[in-house]
């Protein structure tokens, strides 16, 4: 089973957190959280893709698209426009993951 994903936006968000202390208010902070639970099921994804478990890695990619609209949404509430078009970018790759795993 092939995948296709880019690396983690997870450095990108903890370098702009760091950056500026607007990205210290709560939501800014749930959307690092939800970008984080992204990450962990991005492995997960990988590994039921090694394993051949089909169904659950594309349950998996599911789950990690709800984070990413959660991050999103969380990090546009908390005025890191910057991180939330990066999530866009990343939801588009996922969509990519779908069809390349036929997820759809």
Do not use: W
Not at 40 to 59: I, K, S, T, V, Y
Not at 62 to 84: K, L, N, T
Request: net charge neutral; proline share 3%.
């Amino acid at each position: 089973m092939r995948h296709a994903f880019r690396p983690s936006l997870m450095a990108a968000a903890l370098a702009l957190t760091v950056a500026a202390p607007a990205f210290a208010a709560p939501a800014c902070i749930d959307g690092q959280r939800k970008i984080a639970e992204a990450e962990a099921l991005r492995a997960q994804f990988r590994q039921e893709a090694r394993l051949g478990n089909h169904d659950r890695a594309c349950e998996t990619l599911d789950e990690i698209g709800d984070r990413y609209a959660d991050a999103r949404d969380a990090f546009e509430e908390c005025g890191a426009g910057v991180v939330a078009i990066d999530l866009r970018s990343e939801s588009r790759n996922l969509r990519i993951a779908k069809t390349v795993n036929r997820c759809d």
